[in-house]
């Protein structure tokens, strides 16, 4: 049915390739695209070998708009999925409007100098995209992206206003290293030693980082401490779910992992600002990340599951109503599937699908969008039938107060 670029060939990037692959009624040609291609020649070498599928691979500079355009233009994409660097936004959206392409990604923007993301410089994007006729889709891993979904599924099918909402995201995996990041390091560590912020009647509640937290008890998996972070698409929900009260992010923690990520503070190693060291300028948190077990090496021993989803208090015909919707996913099967781990598995799937409902038109708008201003059905209906099997249940009880 039509091209697709992908670019970034980490363990989200080669999850999309997999599933791509597997697609291949719709993603009729593929090419995989880094800045290390001999990542991506491995990648489409595994896909090969377990998919009978033969994908190209290229080297690209994502940080340069010109690499980028000479690729799409040399290519002749209909879509680009960006799952590189969240620096490396902005740069890649300039590029396909150059070359006219359709655009996507995972994870909003941040400087590279300042941990602090936030959608308003790719929302400042609209009205170009609008104008060349072509569509951006900010956010369209799991959370963001499925989360956003579930939300608009639940206030289009289950409630008349929505009061409260909790994201809950849980890995309950084991994979055997004593300190690792199950995502870019780099990306992982400056999203949760930022200070915490939540929603509540109509502003934004600043926290020191991880200094709310209760048990939360996650289906199939049991209670575990549950964190609250501030998280991407908070900012987009309360947006465009106006009748909010309240909408915070939840994420579990082991506390061997919170011990060394508080001695790595200590020490300055999640620092991003340069030091010297021999007469260079090195940042520590990218040499940390230098010296981590890289998240697409953490599948193949990795055991457990994941548990990510939405409750949600309010209202529904006069009457209060609860709702919890979510997807559980066990990292052994992603990795016979894809050789990947599930939380690579549970970013790459949506972002599939999502390129999937632009290429067949069902999602297809120019302009730029959040995964909650679309229709979440087929998306949901596609979660299903692609390894994300979807669970909700209807007035039970919440674990929190109200």
């Known amino acids: 049915m ?173 994979h055997g290293k004593a300190f690792a990041t199950n995502f870019n390091p780099e990306i ?42 501030y998280h991407e698409e908070l900012e987009s929900l309360v947006k465009n779910f106006p009748t909010l009260k309240r909408a915070r992010f939840w994420m579990t923690f082991g506390q061997a992992y ?17 030091v010297k060291f021999n007469g260079m300028d090195i940042v520590p948190l990218e040499f940390l990340k230098a010296v981590l077990p890289a998240p697409d090496t953490l599948g193949e021993n990795y055991t457990g599951q994941t548990s990510i989803g939405c409750q949600i208090k309010g209202v529904k015909d006069g009457a209060d109503r609860t709702y919890y919707i979510w997807n559980n996913c066990d990292h052994a099967e992603t990795y016979r599937e894809v050789r990947g781990q599930a939380v690579s598995y549970t970013t790459g799937v949506p972002a599939m699908i999502g390129a999937m409902l632009i290429l067949t038109g069902v999602w297809l708008k120019p302009g730029v969008w959040n995964c909650e201003e679309l229709d979440p059905d087929p998306f949901i209906e596609q979660m299903n039938k692609q390894g994300l099997p979807v669970n909700d249940r209807v007035d039970v009880p919440l674990p929190h107060e109200y």
């Open 188 to 229: 992982n560590i400056r999203e949760i030693t930022q200070p915490g912020r939540y929603w509540e009647n109509g502003e934004w509640i600043e926290i020191p980082a991880m200094s709310i937290h209760k048990p939360i008890d996650y289906p199939e998996i049991g209670p575990r401490e549950s964190y609250v972070l």
């Open 258 to 274: 919170l011990t060394h990520l508080e001695v790595l503070q200590n020490v300055g190693m999640t620092r991003i600002d340069p």
């Open 2 to 174: 039509a091209n697709v670029l992908i670019i970034g060939a980490g363990g989200v990037g080669s999850v999309v390739a997999h599933k791509c692959a597997m697609n291949s009624n719709i993603f009729t040609t593929i090419m995989l695209a880094s800045r290390t291609q001999s990542k991506c020649d491995r990648i489409a070498a595994e896909i090969q070998e377990m998919h009978g599928v033969t994908i190209q691979t290229a080297q690209v500079d994502a940080d340069v708009v010109a690499d980028v355009v000479s690729l799409i233009q040399s290519f002749n994409p209909v879509l680009v999925i960006n799952v590189a660097l969240p620096y490396q936004d902005l740069p890649i959206m300039d590029a396909c409007l150059e070359a006219g392409v359709h655009y996507m990604d995972t994870a909003n923007y941040e400087p590279k100098d300042v941990a602090k993301f936030e959608y308003s410089w790719q929302w400042a994007y609209k009205e170009r995209f609008e104008k060349a006729g072509l569509m951006a889709l900010l956010g369209c891993g799991f959370d963001p992206g499925a989360t956003q979904v579930f939300t608009a599924y639940a206030n289009k099918h289950h409630f008349d206003r929505m009061d409260y909402l909790d994201i809950v995201d849980c890995n309950a995996g084991n």
